[in-house]
């Protein structure tokens, strides 16, 4: 069962904009959202969080908005850089167990020069 | 810090034979997971460790898979026999505290069973 959906498997933006990786769930019992990024050959990387509790979280370059009632949460990078180009992967838990992550299938992407 | 270290990087085998994964978290860090992904089934958690104990094995898809962690440095994740459809990636992770805290992945041993 796919409680985390990324429903493109792929983007490609030219540098400078804005890229936008969205991310759909299903349990309503989940509370914590992570984004992980991930290169060729590497493990996943963490990237950004965000709790129920809020629903903007923002690291530099880095957004994640959460929009609980939707069940759908998204992330920005302003401005891409091709560095940026690597799979993102959405997860999320819930407090009954924190540790339990679900991960999305991930997004390919792909930021041009 | 060298980071979550698993070995081998790779490994290639034949169907019935023994597969051991190994698998050193950061140092400091009570709490291991190894994940398998898949092409069909993504990133999956197989087993959690927390304090070198296994809290949640519900993961581990069969009586052939086998986890042990029998220090705070180091864990394994077996596989006898193997069969060609565990050909995967698998992922060990380690973080500190069972919480919100980020989760620190290896460089993953990719596995093919012949």
């Known amino acids: 069962d796919q409680q985390v959906k990324q429903n493109s498997p792929s983007l490609s933006v030219q540098e400078g904009r804005i890229s936008i990786l969205n991310c759909d769930y299903t349990?309503?019992?989940?509370?914590?959202f992570l984004w992980y990024k991930k290169y060729p050959a590497e493990g996943p990387t963490f990237l950004i969080s965000?709790?129920?509790?809020?629903d903007k979280n923002e690291d530099g370059r880095f957004t994640v908005f959460l929009n609980k009632s939707a069940k759908h949460l998204s992330l920005h990078i302003v401005p891409s850089q091709p560095g940026d180009s690597a799979v993102y992967f959405c997860a999320a838990s819930a407090v009954s167990a924190i540790y339990d992550m679900r991960f999305g299938a991930g997004t390919r992407l792909t930021v041009k020069p | 810090d060298a980071g979550v270290i698993q070995s081998p990087r790779h490994e290639v085998t034949e169907m019935g034979q023994e597969v051991t994964l190994r698998c050193k978290p950061i140092s400091g860090h009570n709490s291991l997971f190894w994940y398998r992904q898949t092409m069909m089934r993504g990133l999956e958690l197989l087993i959690y460790?927390?304090?070198?104990?296994?809290?949640?094995d519900s993961g581990m898809p069969e009586d052939r898979f086998s986890a042990k962690m029998p220090n705070a440095s180091f864990s394994t994740l077996k596989i006898q026999p193997s069969e060609p459809r565990d050909s995967a990636v698998y992922f060990c992770?380690?973080?500190?505290?069972?919480?919100?805290?980020?989760?620190?992945f290896g460089p993953g041993t990719r596995l093919t069973v012949l």
């Open positions: 992770a380690s973080s500190l505290g069972e919480g919100y805290n980020e989760q620190f």
């Open positions: 460790f927390n304090n070198n104990v296994p809290i949640d």
């Open positions: 349990n309503s019992m989940f509370d914590y």
């Open positions: 965000i709790s129920s509790i809020k």
